[in-house]
């Protein structure tokens, strides 16, 4: 699944592309990707204007003149890409926008798991998704403090309340299982055991591991491309993700996988402390 530095990837490619552009007409060929009303899904974006595009955790928000934002969460395998309004269309396409001057952007998702909702400008924190989220990492609300006061209130191990995004919201499962190696500390650590010192490790290092990766574009383990169709380059940089029985870079002990509520999860059972 992308996570927060990869759609801020695909928002950074994606924006000059588009940017300026009215859209023409809408193709749904997938209407269930819709999650407001589909038919005044397509009815509503004919002559409205790309302004920018902003984004909050994993959610892209497509601005549009008149008041109106996409909001568009590519789930597992969702992809952006700018085509002529001519290219013959490819199976896993299930949206199109078709702009006055002859491009096209098109919505490809192999699993068809990504979704997107119209809604009024300014109301997407109340009636979307994002309405559930935490703050993102390196913003104003993300204080040691309040990062604090989150970890307190859950009973459930620190693998599980990172990817709940109600903490902090944007990490997926590469990002915490690379965070918590940093910080050394074990995925089945409860989550409001942490002495503070170590809180505000961990929140000093999901701070900056999302910084950098979003530097290096996002991370490519499987098939992550940007807007313009190129792969990430922090998967050069992933220190325990996908790298089960391969040793520790700190310690050499060889690193163990295990399933954390259905998610893989790699470790270094000699670094990463328990904390319960």
């Not at 940007?226 to 520790?248: I, R, S, W």
Request: hydrophobic share 35%.
């Amino acid at each position: 699944m992308p996570e927060m530095p990869e759609v801020e990837t695909v928002r950074r490619t994606l924006l000059p592309l588009i940017k300026g552009k009215t859209i023409k007409k809408v193709t749904l060929w997938y209407p269930k990707i819709i999650a407001s009303d589909p038919q005044e899904f397509e009815q509503q974006l004919v002559n409205k204007k790309i302004e920018t595009i902003d984004r909050y955790a994993k959610y892209l928000l497509i601005r549009l003149s008149g008041n109106l934002t996409v909001v568009s969460h590519l789930r597992m395998e969702g992809k952006y890409r700018l085509v002529k309004e001519n290219t013959k269309k490819d199976k896993h396409d299930h949206v199109q926008f078709v702009f006055t001057d002859g491009s096209a952007l098109r919505y490809n998702d192999v699993r068809k798991f990504g979704r997107m909702q119209l809604v009024k400008t300014g109301t997407e924190k109340e009636v979307t998704g994002i309405s559930k989220l935490g703050p993102e990492p390196n913003s104003p609300d993300f204080t040691v403090a309040a990062f604090t006061r989150g970890l307190a209130r859950k009973k459930k191990s620190i693998k599980n309340t990172l990817l709940d995004q109600s903490v902090v919201a944007g990490l997926g499962n590469i990002y915490v299982d690379e965070v918590l190696w940093e910080t050394k500390i074990h995925p089945l650590s409860m989550a409001n055991a942490f002495p503070k010192t170590k809180i505000k490790q961990l929140h000093d290092n999901i701070n900056s591991l999302i910084e950098l990766a979003i530097e290096e574009r996002g991370t490519t383990v499987h098939t992550y491309l940007d807007a313009n169709g190129k792969t990430g380059g922090f998967q050069e940089m992933l220190k325990v993700y996908g790298h089960k029985g391969e040793p520790c870079v700190r310690c050499d002990t060889p690193l163990e996988k295990i399933k954390v509520s259905g998610r893989g999860t790699t470790f270094c059972s000699h670094c990463q402390v328990i904390y319960k």
